[in-house]
């Protein structure tokens, strides 16, 4: 199909950070949106990483029905057992939750820095997040462009991340000895992934670094466990370095678009202490296993590929 200029759709596209971020007015999600559209959308998306839209009253149906027409959506998550009734692909976010599961305030299931689900062996392509409650202050997400981080390294430290396979998988927040501990750990999701993949859209590389996921088993193949933290501290203050980030300020109806492929993010833990809720609505399109620069397929160790419909 032939590229429609933004401005002929009443887009309008305005970067918002230097490396990362964009945000799009001009679009009601409520309507049905023209294939037209949802190409410039999904085109401002592989450029920008994160596309954020804002005052956009819509609910989980809208939202599926939006997240359809870039992709399949899977259910909220391979570990969730209460999406919200008649939606199993919404992921809530929500701190009320958190607090009463971990007995602990916090506004977001993770505070490091990951990409969603790499623990699977095909994360999710792309995440949709909406906000519906927030704090008056505080609970901003960031995100990093992992392509920036890639091709600002040296060429001799991406040549040799290039060759690295980290191990990715699933750590649950839920307490030990807890059924759902129990349950995620008999289900655990383990995989092998290139640190360096290629967009199989944009052809990009992208430092493929998931600090929440692999974090715990601080394993890059080929290297002691000594070595490989050595090797993945490198690499995660690489890939989240300040100047390939974007600061998102969240308000009810902001809308938050990420390449899962190309981007990490960060739930800023600030107000998990102030005692204000925070309820946002994720869902996810189902993602291709990752590919390294030579070819080689990411390696499933545990749990099944996370497919949508
Ligand atoms: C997420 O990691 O998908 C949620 C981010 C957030 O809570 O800001």
Same mark, same amino acid.
Do not use: K
């Given at each position: 199909m032939t590229a429609v200029p933004a401005s002929r759709l009443g887009l309008d596209i305005v970067p918002v950070a230097g490396y990362i971020g964009a945000e799009i007015t001009g679009v009601d999600l409520r309507e049905d949106l023209d294939d037209a559209t949802v190409a410039e959308i999904r085109r401002a998306l592989h450029e920008y990483k994160v596309v954020f839209f804002r005052?956009?009253?819509? +609910?989980?149906?809208?939202?599926?029905? &939006? =997240?359809?027409r870039f992709g399949k959506v899977t259910p909220a998550h391979p570990h969730e057992e209460n999406p919200p009734e008649g939606f199993p692909e919404i992921l809530p976010i929500d701190s009320r939750r958190y607090e009463k599961n971990l007995g602990r305030p916090r506004t977001s299931y993770d505070h490091s820095w990951h990409t969603d689900v790499t623990a699977l062996v095909n994360p999710p392509a792309a995440s949709i997040l909406r906000a519906d409650i927030l704090p008056p202050y505080g609970g901003d997400t960031a995100w990093t462009n992992l392509v920036a981080a890639y091709e600002n390294l040296p060429k001799e430290l991406r040549d040799f991340a290039d060759t690295l396979d980290i191990k990715h998988q699933f750590q649950t927040r839920a307490t030990t000895g807890s059924q759902r501990a129990r349950k995620v750990e008999e289900a655990n999701l383990v995989a092998y992934h290139p640190a360096v993949r290629v967009h199989p859209v944009t052809g990009e590389r992208a430092l493929f670094v998931s600090p929440g996921f692999t974090r @715990?088993?601080?394993?890059?193949?080929? &290297?002691? *466990?000594?070595?490989?933290?050595?090797? $993945?501290?490198?690499?995660?203050?690489?890939?989240?370095?300040t100047e390939y980030t974007v600061r998102f300020r969240w308000a009810p109806g902001s809308i938050a678009f990420w390449d899962n492929r190309a981007t990490a993010h960060l739930?800023?833990?600030? =107000? +998990?202490? $102030? @005692?204000?809720?925070? #309820? $946002?609505?994720? #869902?996810? $399109?189902? %993602?291709? #296993? *990752?590919? %390294? #620069?030579? +070819?080689r397929e990411s390696e499933r160790v545990s749990g099944q590929p996370f497919l949508g419909a």
């Open positions: 005052e956009q009253r819509i +609910g989980h149906a809208e939202q599926v029905a &939006f =997240a359809r @715990g088993a601080r394993e890059i193949r080929g &290297f002691s *466990p000594d070595q490989s933290e050595r090797l $993945l501290q490198l690499l995660w203050s690489e890939a989240t370095r739930a800023i833990a600030d =107000a +998990g202490h $102030l @005692g204000h809720d925070r #309820v $946002l609505y994720r #869902v996810t $399109l189902e %993602g291709d #296993v *990752p590919r %390294g #620069v030579d +070819g």
